[in-house]
């Protein structure tokens, strides 16, 4: 089995419609993909629609977390999206996306930079709209060849010139949502230090004794030795590890099915979930919550 448990789609920050991501999942011949979109569960019902026969959907979004200065993410899987305390702080933390994008944009016309809320708000679309946006607007306007390259400190990394704070979840209380909706918790990316800060292996501990469920190791931003430190962790913490390529369609490099997750950790994830069931074969089966 071929496992992707990072995929990003139109619905946040990806290219991908949830429709074309599963298609294409299903093309590169993936068994089992999860939408984990930033903070929203909106793509949902399209990519549900659309499931092909022989891929599974696995439901999920990233979190975004910060604790003690350091933004990080949370991957939650298989969650029921209508727990009320969860679908609460997603909608905080999605709301407030909209004024920290127009307070970048600010920030990049002081610069001299010409984005317009029209540019990024053509670019975001339906999605909920975040810092890749603004970053594919910069390169629309020539200033940085790539995505990537926007997110230095001299444009939008954290604490970048351009950079603008967003309420994010404390990771404990994210932890807390996410099992008392019935889903699973990975703290995705976690030694991904060419984004910026990362919290210490002290955090991960904790984290792991107030209930978080697994790290994600095998991803693009991680290198070998960091990969080989965080399994080690995770065998000392009892945490499951997971691998994805943290697919965003064209705005990133990677592609579909570039890291993969074990089958058994997979099938441990789908044991540990109570809030929603994998979604199998053209849609149908026991849904999404």
Known sequence: MRIDLHCHSTASD???????????????????????????????AEAIAAVPEGLTLVTGAEL??????????????LFDPEEPELLAERELVRDDRVPRAHG??????????????EQVSRIAGD???????????????GVVPTV???????????GGRAFVEKHETDPFEA??????????????HPGAAKRGRTVPESAIAKMAAAGLDGIEVDHMDHEPETRARLRGLAGELGLLTTGSSDYHGSRKTCVLGE??????????????????????GTGGGRGAG
């Not at 975004?64 to 899987?77: I, K, Q």
């Not at 990537?148 to 954290?158: K, N, Q, S």
């Open 148 to 158: 990537g390259d926007a997110f230095t400190a001299d444009w939008l990394a954290d």
């Open 104 to 117: 970048m944009i600010a920030k990049l016309n002081e610069l001299g930079v010409p984005v317009t809320w």
């Open 175 to 188: 932890i807390r949502l996410i099992k008392g909706a019935g889903g699973v918790a990975v703290f995705a």
């Open 127 to 141: 999605g909920s709209v975040g810092r890749p946006h603004v970053a594919t607007a910069l390169v629309e306007l």
């Open 14 to 44: 990806g290219t991908d419609t949830p429709a074309e991501l599963v298609r294409n999942a299903a093309a590169a011949g993936l068994d089992v993909v999860a939408l984990t979109d930033h903070d929203t569960t909106r793509g949902y």
């Open 64 to 77: 975004s977390c910060r604790l003690d200065g350091v933004s990080m993410h949370m991957l939650a899987y």
């Open 259 to 280: 890291y993969t997750t074990d089958p058994e950790v997979y099938g441990e994830i789908t044991r540990r979930a109570t809030g929603a069931f994998p979604v199998p």
